[in-house]
């Protein structure tokens, strides 16, 4: 399955992206944690990204569009992945429409996880993440077993730079200018589902596979 996850900042993409992943056996891509991951290693990109991130603004689109065709062109992304913060305009939806074309497949599903912007702050401003394995935490709403440890790789789990209130208002702002827009632009290709992104993490997972399982059963309609 291709899946396309969409949401604002802090909707909870990450943390419903690692279980199914997990569940459905695909890679998890997402262009967020790219960027973190060239940032701590330092690369020309890392340095480009971060300055755009550190202020809540989107990475240039050319600098996207590269990465993710050759991200999908790996030999894992074969069966199937789920995207998670790509894309975030429509140009980038296009370009990944195109590419997909280009290799006689389609998405099949874009699922949006649908959270009010007055939940967001308080989820974003306690939210932790592993600097090694991308992992995500809430101190309140889901804690690492270990206090300050991720429970995958056991590194120490941190704030993100781009967690602190302005930044986050700023990219609240960002995802309704310029990513909201795909939202219409699936709906228009009749792939789009939504989910109640307040309740609670178990109970959302429940909700995708739900949803997902459909979107299965109307692709392969004998199996
Ligand atoms: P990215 O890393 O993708 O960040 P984002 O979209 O802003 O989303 P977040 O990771 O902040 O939130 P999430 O939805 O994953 O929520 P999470 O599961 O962690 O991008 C960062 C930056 O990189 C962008 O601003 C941009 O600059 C750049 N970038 C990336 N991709 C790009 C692209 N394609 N084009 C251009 N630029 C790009 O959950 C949040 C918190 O809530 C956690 O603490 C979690 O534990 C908690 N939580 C989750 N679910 C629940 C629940 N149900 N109840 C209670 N708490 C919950
Ligand atoms: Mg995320």
Do not use: W
């Not at 690369?43 to 569009?65: E, H």
């Not at 228009?188 to 459909?214: C, P």
């Amino acid at each position: 399955m291709k899946i396309v996850l969409l949401g604002a900042p802090g909707a909870g993409k990450g943390t419903q992206a690692q279980s199914i992943s997990n569940y459905y056996k695909i890679p998890h891509i997402s262009t967020g944690d790219i960027f973190r991951r060239n940032i701590a290693e330092g690369t020309r990109l890392g340095k480009t990204a971060k300055r755009y991130m550190d202020s809540g603004q989107l990475v240039p689109d050319q600098l996207t569009l590269e990465l993710i065709e050759d991200r999908l062109g790996q030999a894992d992304c074969k069966d199937g992945y789920l995207l998670d913060g790509y894309p975030r305009t429509v140009v980038q939806g296009e370009f990944l429409e195109e590419l997909l074309d280009e290799h006689g497949s389609h998405l099949d599903c874009a699922l949006l996880i649908q959270v009010p912007r007055s939940v967001i702050l308080e989820r974003m401003t306690g939210r932790r993440v592993c600097p090694s394995c991308g992992a995500s935490y809430h101190l309140k709403h889901n804690p690492p077993m270990k206090k300050d440890l991720c429970d995958i790789c056991g590194c120490k789990i941190m704030q993100r730079e781009d967690d602190k209130a302005e930044t986050v208002e700023e990219r609240l702002d960002v995802y309704d200018e310029q990513t909201s827009p795909l939202i219409r632009f699936y709906a228009e290709r009749h792939i789009l589902k939504a989910v109640d992104g307040t309740r609670a993490i178990n109970q959302i997972f429940k909700d995708i596979v739900d949803v997902l399982s459909e979107v299965k059963k109307n692709d392969h309609p004998q199996e």
